[in-house]
């Protein structure tokens, strides 16, 4: 899941799509979404033609041996034969003879581009990355793929001069509302205006069974991070038969999709800030912030409100920029050095720009885009009534994060295509094992939920990084973690759970990284060892980037 109201640049722009004659949104439902009628899930096959593999436009795919191509796909499958889009995707085929079939990654969002991921493969144990056929993809209306969704890059939203969050002053609400507003209203006329009403996860889930049937697979085998979870159990529940071996990393609870989920967030960001601070006081020698970490939080506090009076940083470095910026370390550790230490610069001598560097700025929407599109229709959204009195309540005791939220999925209130009831996730239909990953205080998909997660599917499997607060942190060189993804995806077996509500195998975190001498950092487990992310920083970082679009 991501959060951000500042937009990172991606150069994508939106393509024109025309309804077909006779399309509408309207047509007769079923309580998944799909079209009355049909055969699975109400909704016809459709059998894409195959995919023309050729050379990639990414330098780093071409160098990895990727190839690229366009998927043929309905914009709606309760019409195969009207109207098609795109989906662009790569991959990368084994080169161990011991052939495991094809697996499909998606790195989150809903909106993250997922093209890259087709190099995954090499960050898994032992080799067995290599016995698969590694899928990267774009999601519908994502970045390469056709059409391209964007209503407005400069959204005002995502700019410097913007009023604060927390909306104290009257104006200021009127702002945010006005705002978030606007930007419905121009999604309404984006050129990819047709994509709205076809932006739900069962759609995505879709595709990713026509990329299945276009490469010939029975079975489709997948690694999902955050809402690529979410996207996991939509497709185990629409396509019982055709799950393979499935890893689930950040586990998002169905049932909360998305509104619930959104005020979770809010008290366990807030908490994770506090873990922050605790942090940045217990390695004052570093950092020079003091050793009374409610005393820096009291700081922070008394920082925000003094840059709501007198931005730094040439006025581009308000509240709303610095809460943006240091909500990535509520996210993940591994930046927790350079962040604190931007910080404290800040904090020591007023010079904000380092900590504005971490601020992506306005730029192309494609991704909050998106990311509004699948999260407004997928499950019913309330109205203002009750979305202000839920975040002036968790605002109280929680106060970080919680109007922000409130504002980056505040387009939501005046969508433009409708909302509908969320779809029935299930796994009871499916005796495959699933591998699942959570952290105990990740904030972005909060823990309970891959309890829940796990509940739901009797045949999952659930790893806790006990302790942990990084969010989707598998193959970060944990080796309790990774060496179990390894072996399941070898063998596709996993030990026997255990009873009761409770994570079924128990392993280090990842690690916060110590400071040392000027800036640099080594990320140690439990244990003393050093830890070395498995994952290339390439992958990382795009990981991070489709979780946590503009922070």
């Known amino acids: 899941m991501k959060r951000a109201l500042t937009i990172v640049a991606s150069g994508l722009a939106a393509a024109a799509l025309v309804l077909p004659a006779g399309g509408s949104p309207a047509a007769a439902r079923d309580r998944d979404g799909s079209a009355a009628g049909g055969k699975q899930a109400g909704v016809p096959s459709y059998t894409p033609p195959a995919p023309a593999w050729g050379e990639c436009a990414s330098a780093r795919l071409k160098a990895a041996g990727a190839e690229c191509a366009m998927l043929e796909v309905p914009l709606d499958y309760a019409r195969p034969n009207s109207t098609k889009i795109h989906i662009a995707v790569s991959r990368k085929l084994h080169t161990d003879p011991d052939y495991k079939g094809m697996i499909a990654v998606n790195p989150g969002g809903p909106g993250g581009s997922g093209l890259i991921y087709s190099i995954l493969g090499g960050a898994i144990p032992n080799g067995v990355g290599a016995k698969y056929d590694w899928y990267g993809f774009d999601p519908r209306g994502v970045g390469s793929s056709e059409p391209s969704l964007s209503c407005d890059p400069d959204y005002a939203g995502a700019g410097y001069d913007r009023p604060n969050y927390v909306p104290e002053r009257a104006a200021d609400k009127r702002w945010w509302r006005q705002t978030t507003r606007d930007y419905a209203r121009a999604c309404s006329q984006s050129e990819a205006r047709a994509l709205l009403p076809y932006l739900h996860t069962t759609e995505v889930a879709r595709d990713l069974d026509s990329l299945r049937k276009a490469v010939g697979q029975e079975k489709l085998n997948y690694y999902g991070f955050s809402y690529g979870t979410y996207l996991g159990q939509v497709y185990a529940t629409l396509f019982p038969q055709q799950v393979g071996r499935f890893v689930w990393d950040g586990v998002l609870n169905a049932k909360n999709a998305f509104y619930q989920a959104n005020l979770d ?23 020079g912030l003091g050793t009374d970490w409610r005393a820096i939080k009291r700081g922070y506090y008394r920082l925000r409100a003094k840059l709501d009076r007198t931005p730094a940083a040439d006025g581009k470095l308000g509240p709303d920029e610095l809460d943006d910026v240091m909500l990535s370390a509520g996210y993940y550790v591994y930046d927790w050095v350079g962040l604190g230490e931007a910080y ?82 299930t796994g009871r239909r499916i005796s495959t094992p699933i591998l699942m990953i959570a952290e105990t205080h990740d904030a972005a998909t909060v823990y309970s939920g891959a309890l829940a997660t796990r509940q739901a599917f009797p045949s999952s499997y659930l790893i806790e990084g006990v302790g942990g607060t990084t969010h989707s942190g598998s193959l970060s060189g944990i080796a309790c973690t990774d060496d179990t993804i390894a072996s399941y995806l070898d063998t596709g077996e996993l030990p026997a759970r255990k009873p009761g509500n409770t994570s079924d195998q128990q392993c280090d975190p990842v690690p916060a990284p110590e400071p040392e001498a000027a800036s640099s950092l080594r990320l140690r487990s439990a244990g003393g060892d050093v830890v070395k992310d498995r994952m290339p920083a390439v992958l990382r970082d795009a990981l991070q980037q489709a979780q946590t679009t503009g922070r």
């Not at 909302?419 to 996730?425: C, H, I, Q, T």
Request: net charge negative.
């Open 344 to 425: 404290a610069k800040l904090v020591t001598t007023g010079d904000g720009d380092d900590i504005l560097a971490n601020y992506g700025g306005p730029g192309d929407d494609n991704g909050f885009a998106v990311y509004n599109g699948v999260q407004c229709t997928d499950a019913v959204w309330p109205n203002w009534k009750r979305t202000q009195a839920d975040a002036w309540r968790i605002h109280e005791r929680h106060p970080f994060l919680t109007w922000g939220n409130t504002w980056y999925n505040a387009p939501c209130l005046n969508w433009p295509a409708p909302s509908r009831d969320a779809l029935r996730v």
């Open 265 to 287: 967030q809010d008290i366990q960001f807030d908490r994770n800030l506090d873990t922050y601070f605790k942090y940045l006081a217990d390695h004052d020698t570093a950092f």
